[in-house]
Nanobody, 114 residues
Framework: QVQLVESGGGLVQPGGSLRLSCAAS????????MGWYRQAPGKQRELVAV???????NYADSVKGRFTIFRDNAKNTVSLQMNSLKPEDTAIYYC????????WGQGTQVTVSS
């Protein structure tokens, strides 16, 4: 059983930056595909970024060039650096881990507003 706990969300002005972190327990995540998803009010949950065990990454078109996903297998964490934030990035952000089974964190709110 994998437990995922996100942190780092909050309120930021447009153009600002935030870093989200996801700490895992219950299993070593080295061989898991890790990702960040988000869900805005009234919308479906969508993929933001994923990183596999080899470090290969993939991003939603809407965040390419602004967001960076990275993992630290020694610390069992995955993070999302978000730069040049826009109001449309406002959502609850969820950490995700998969290796056959799928695990989700509880989510962290990101609000981009002036």
């Amino acid at each position: 059983q994998v437990q995922l706990v996100e942190s780092g969300g909050g309120l930021v002005q447009p153009g600002g930056s935030l870093r989200l972190s996801c700490a895992a327990s219950g299993s070593t995540l080295s061989f898991y595909v890790m990702g960040w998803y988000r869900q805005a009010p009234g919308k479906q949950r969508e993929l933001v970024a994923v990183i596999n065990s080899s470090g290969t990454t993939n991003y939603a078109d809407s965040v390419k060039g602004r967001f960076t996903i990275f993992r630290d297998n020694a610390k069992n964490t995955v993070s999302l650096q978000m730069n040049s934030l826009k109001p449309e990035d406002t959502a609850i952000y969820y950490c995700h881990a998969s290796r056959g089974l799928v695990y989700w964190g509880q989510g962290t709110q990101v609000t981009v507003s002036s």
